[in-house]
T-cell receptor, first 114, second 113 residues
Framework: AQSVAQPEDQVNVAEGNPLTVKCTYSVSGNPYLFWYVQYPNRGLQFLLKYITGDNLVKGSYGFEAEFNKSQTSFHLKKPSALVSDSALYFCAVRDHSGTYKYIFGTGTRLKVLA | SQTIHQWPATLVQPVGSPLSLECTVEGTSNPNLYWYRQAAGRGLQLLFYSVGIGQISSEVPQNLSASRPQDRQFILSSKKLLLSDSGFYLC????????????FGPGTRLTVT
């Protein structure tokens, strides 16, 4: 069965420092991986995805993610954090079992400190 | 461009009352549609998804149901709400074929009292 894990409930980082939000996955077959961000009382917003190709994927708002097949990871990164990046971040994988389901991690709360 | 609407934005309902939440998508055709529930600002629970009119796949709920009467309309219903139905309900869509990202609506905050 497909799954994703976000091992950190919360990540704190100082403004201007690089940030990393971790995600590991378990899939049968090629992984289709996604990152989303959620601000309070809002729906999720798509940030970026990995389907195939370059291991470094660039997305919205200066975010990028690195796909690592050997470590089955898809960590979200940003070179310089902003206070406005503070939000809840979700990693997701598309189910491979012939359905159209997406499996989400439990979310990581990012807090950027001024 | 495509947009997704949900209403109402907030709802307070007593236990045992009925529920109807609506989701509509504009600017696309034949989308896959999804209903999620998010409790306490955390993980997403998939409730239902649909790949076409009248085609509903149920993941979990006992007292919730979903319907898709039109291509771009997805409705979440209950005949009798439970306290445990409180939460943030999110509708999402993707393009019908291939592997695409999901686009989420603004959500409905449901409080069952």
């Amino acid at each position: 069965a497909q799954s994703v894990a976000q091992p950190e409930d919360q990540v704190n980082v100082a403004e201007g420092n690089p940030l990393t939000v971790k995600c590991t996955y378990s899939v049968s077959g090629n992984p289709y991986l996604f990152w989303y961000v959620q601000y309070p009382n809002r729906g999720l917003q798509f940030l970026l995805k990995y389907i195939t190709g370059d291991n470094l994927v660039k997305g919205s708002y200066g975010f990028e993610a690195e796909f690592n097949k050997s470590q089955t990871s898809f960590h979200l990164k940003k070179p310089s954090a902003l206070v406005s990046d503070s939000a809840l971040y979700f990693c997701a994988v598309r189910d491979h079992s012939g359905t159209y389901k997406y499996i989400f991690g439990t979310g990581t709360r990012l807090k950027v400190l001024a | 461009s495509q947009t997704i609407h949900q209403w109402p934005a907030t709802l307070v309902q007593p236990v045992g009352s009925p529920l109807s939440l609506e989701c509509t998508v504009e600017g696309t055709s034949n989308p896959n549609l999804y209903w999620y529930r998010q409790a306490a600002g955390r993980g997403l629970q998939l409730l239902f998804y649909s790949v076409g009119i009248g085609q509903i796949s149920s993941e979990v709920p006992q007292n919730l149901s979903a319907s898709r009467p039109q291509d771009r309309q997805f409705i979440l219903s209950s005949k009798k709400l439970l306290l445990s139905d409180s939460g943030f309900y999110l509708c999402a869509w993707t393009r019908g074929q291939g592997v695409y990202e999901q686009y989420f609506g603004p959500g409905t905050r449901l409080t069952v009292t």
